[in-house]
């Protein structure tokens, strides 16, 4: 077992619950990096970008820890979904993707500063919405207010009943952070998982 501390550089709820899945003692630091894209950025270049920045940052006040960054970029045909930040917007953003395949870009990095050894892995997660109605959307919105998500669906909970399909690999990547995907990262660096 590697006995080196792990930081999760990030505030999010999703990933720390994620994270506590396997098992390992971990602090979480929301670190503070402006999450915006680059101009003409495509998404997944933007969850990559992202995920390093927030690995990065965090290992300058844990130098070292090993850091675990992530960052997921939701994509309407090359164009970034962000969070709908209100209910309103969630709401016309469900419209937007009623009947539509969205990509799901979670990008994971694992950086040890003092070692200079960094893993990265981007997962994507094809997402079919079924077409919605008014009603459809306004229910679940009732049930499950998804404003702090991008694609305001949650697709662990009531979210999973908009959707017609998915496919991809992790499904945890898309709730945010693809333990697969970092299960081999750390297994690579030592530690015991499971």
Not at 16 to 45: H, I, K, M, T
Not at 154 to 168: D, N
Not at 183 to 193: N, P, Q, T, Y
Request: aromatic letters at 6%; one cysteine or more.
């Amino acid at each position: 077992m590697n006995h080196t501390s792990i930081v999760l550089a990030s505030g999010s709820p999703y990933r720390r619950e994620l994270l506590s899945r396997l098992g390992l003692d971990f602090e979480a630091w929301s670190p503070d990096v402006d999450e915006s894209p680059r101009p003409a950025e495509p998404p997944r270049d933007t969850a990559v970008r992202l995920a390093r920045l927030k690995a990065e940052t965090a290992a300058r006040k844990f130098p070292e820890a090993w850091i675990i960054g992530s960052d997921q970029v939701a994509d309407l045909d090359g164009r970034p979904i962000n969070k709908p930040g209100s209910l309103e917007g969630a709401r016309a953003q469900l419209r937007e993707l009623s009947g539509h395949s969205v990509l799901f870009h979670t990008a994971v990095c694992l950086w040890n500063k003092r070692l200079a050894r960094r893993h990265e892995r981007l997962v994507t997660t094809d997402t079919a919405f079924r077409r919605l109605t008014e009603a459809e959307i306004d229910r679940y919105l009732a049930r499950e207010p998804a404003i702090d998500c991008a694609g305001s669906a949650k697709s662990e909970g009531l979210g999973i009943s908009l959707l017609a399909r998915l496919s991809g690999e992790d499904p945890t990547a898309l709730v945010g952070l693809p333990l697969i995907a970092l299960s081999a990262m750390l297994r690579a660096e030592g530690f015991d998982i499971p």
